[in-house]
């Protein structure tokens, strides 16, 4: 979590810049702006999930995960799809299933697996947060216009597509 509230000034940053060494420090105040409104916007999503059903992020996501797979998901196919590890999701199975939201069931092509299916409390607790999210998701997006959220998302996809390639 981006945790800087008092964001410096860019005179500051050219400052630093030229102290340390940093050529690029359009790119670091943009990076800095970026990182705060998107701290911002995942809190906001998680207080959100909280407020609409007791969520967690992690546990909302594994619940349209399981809404999605009806015949079931491996815990490390969850893992992968919320990007946790597998020690991590099978923490968030324990606690889901012990609220009764997901069940585990033998895995039929191996008996040594299991899968994880949604619970029906799962699907209507899911049914009572889609809601409150959805309508979330449109107060914050009403701020852009259809070209901005055309330009975001395809600047999104590229800073996606450069994360990757620098792993």
């Known amino acids: 979590m981006f945790e800087l509230k008092d964001l410096p000034s860019y005179d500051t940053l050219a400052a630093f ?30 207080g959100n999930l909280a407020r609409n059903g007791g969520l967690s992020q992690s546990q909302f996501f594994v619940l349209l995960l399981l809404k999605r797979n009806p015949d079931g998901l491996s815990v ?28 585990r069931t033998p895995d039929p092509q191996d008996r040594r697996a299991w899968l994880i299916r949604l619970a029906p409390p799962g699907d209507e607790l899911l049914s009572q947060a889609l809601p409150g ?10 701020h852009f216009s259809a070209e901005e959220r055309q330009m975001l998302k395809q600047l999104m996809h590229k800073l996606h597509a450069a994360g990757l390639a620098s792993e």
């Open 76 to 103: 490390g196919a969850l893992a992968q799809g919320v990007t946790v590890t597998s020690q991590t999701m099978t923490r968030i199975i324990d606690r889901m299933e012990g609220a009764g939201l997901c069940q």
């Open 17 to 46: 810049g030229a102290t340390y060494g940093n050529r690029d420090v359009d790119g670091l105040h943009t990076w800095l702006v970026w990182a705060s409104a998107t701290s911002e916007m995942l809190s906001a999503f998680e």
């Open 133 to 142: 999210h959805y309508t979330w998701v449109a107060n914050l997006m009403r």
